[in-house]
């Protein structure tokens, strides 16, 4: 087995028995373990690999300065150690010293360890391990979009005992088993990527347009439209990880303007329309609110058609005013795309609820949107009205074959600019 670095971001002054065992369990299994030590409120009982002082330096701080702010200004202090980390451990991750990332502690060290874990690149093993990391007040502040791994100690790192022992131990085997086996950062792809946003009551159309996509030639990405999928979504897009999206499932635009739990956050379809990939985008999604787990908003909407898959998923019929506001702000972000795009209507539903017959039918609403959208495109051209319902093979077909032809559309002035060379 071949020596792998595993960087271990900590507070040593509150925690330093604790994490010197983990050091000792990872170098038992002939791995390279080093503490960075971020240590803010007092000196630790022993020095890190990289100290406390070194860290406060490379954020801009001295040490001194930092625990004083520690005490009066937490929140300088606290981004200060997460700037010195942060560079520190990039560094030891180019020189190919470090392979893996893990935090221990409670919530000063979790908000530290996955500040600098957000920072590394996408497939470097990264486990947190902390009695916060089913907090939902927090959790999405320290996992957000990335591939952070939460382990759930229940019990607070503070003095060793048999019930903390067995968690931290899980949590070091799961470190020590991700560098093992893991493939690395440098993921390469033999052929174009394709994102596709799912999403349960759309996934039908999902599931066809991948393996059209595949025969193809293309790599389909599916992101699962709930809130974080969507939002991870935009965010690879940026980093050019994608040659084109098939986005059917965009209903976290109505999600964010009515306070829904897929909420991918205001930016939504953005990427795309800034970065000039071909889209083809569809409604699914638009016709309902996920307000399961929220009796306040169920409440609010018990005069309208809920649909419930269990008590934490509850779908609410959006109104033809909801939709028209929706409409409003997906024209508005379409008409500043600067690559080529079709927007997909499927006049016999949106999704498998949206369909004659079922509960949540509502061709009146569903018109409403598309009236507002064709009136506020710049280009109503862009807009397609197809005779099917969205959660069909049929429309799959429909929307790869309307992707292949913006694909090549959009490769044209690539191809033509290479042959003039």
């Not at 180019?94 to 893990?102: K, Y």
């Not at 159309?205 to 990405?221: D, R, T, W």
């Not at 999604?285 to 008590?311: C, F, H, P």
Request: proline share 5%.
């Amino acid at each position: 087995m071949n020596q792998k670095g595993i960087a271990i971001i900590c507070n040593l002054d509150t925690r330093g028995e604790d994490i010197r065992f983990v050091k000792d369990l990872i170098a038992s299994r002939g791995h390279e373990a080093i503490l960075v030590d971020f240590s803010m409120e007092e000196p630790p009982p022993f020095p890190g690999d990289v100290r406390t002082e070194e860290v406060a330096k490379r954020g801009g701080l001295p040490i001194e300065v930092v625990r004083e702010k520690y005490r009066s200004d937490r929140d300088t202090a606290t981004n200060n150690q997460i700037r010195g980390a942060s560079a520190i451990v990039g560094d030891m991750v180019r020189a190919g010293r470090v392979h893996g990332v893990i935090g221990i502690g409670g919530g000063t060290a979790t908000l530290v360890a996955t500040s600098v874990m957000k920072t590394l690149p996408f497939g470097m093993p990264k486990v947190m391990a902390s009695p916060m990391a089913a907090h939902p007040a927090y959790i999405d502040r320290y996992v957000g979009t990335r591939d952070i791994t939460m382990h759930h100690t229940v019990l607070d790192i503070v003095k060793m005992n048999p019930l903390l022992r067995a968690q931290i131990v899980n949590a070091v085997g799961a470190i020590c088993g991700m560098v093992e086996m893991t493939q690395g950062t440098n993921i390469e792809f033999d052929r174009p990527c394709v994102a596709l946003s799912s999403f349960g009551f759309g996934e039908m159309a999902v599931q066809g347009a991948m393996g059209m996509l595949e025969e193809e030639g293309f790599i389909p990405i599916v992101c699962h439209a709930q809130g974080k999928g969507d939002r991870a979504m935009e965010e690879m897009i940026r980093d050019g990880m994608f040659h084109g999206v098939i986005d059917l499932c965009t209903g976290g635009i109505v999600e964010h303007l009515f306070h829904g739990n897929r909420d991918p956050g205001p930016d939504r379809l953005m990427a795309a329309v800034q970065t000039g990939i071909p889209m083809v985008l569809g409604p699914c999604g638009l016709d309902i609110l996920s307000y399961g787990g929220r009796a306040d908003m169920l409440e609010k909407t018990r005069d309208r058609v809920q649909y419930v898959q269990d008590a934490l998923r509850v779908q609410v019929r959006t109104t033809a005013d909801e939709l028209r506001q929706a409409a409003d702000v997906i024209a508005e972000r379409l008409n500043r795309a600067k690559g080529p795009w079709t927007f997909l209507v499927p006049l016999r539903g949106w999704s498998s609820l949206d369909r004659e017959g079922r509960s949540i039918w509502d061709p009146a609403a569903d018109a409403a949107f598309v009236e507002r959208l064709e009136q506020r495109l710049d280009d109503p051209s862009h807009l397609r009205r197809v005779d099917l319902n969205l959660y069909t093979q049929e429309f799959a077909r429909v929307a790869v074959d309307e992707f292949l032809g913006l694909y090549r559309k959009a490769a044209e002035p690539a191809a033509a600019t290479a042959a003039a060379k």
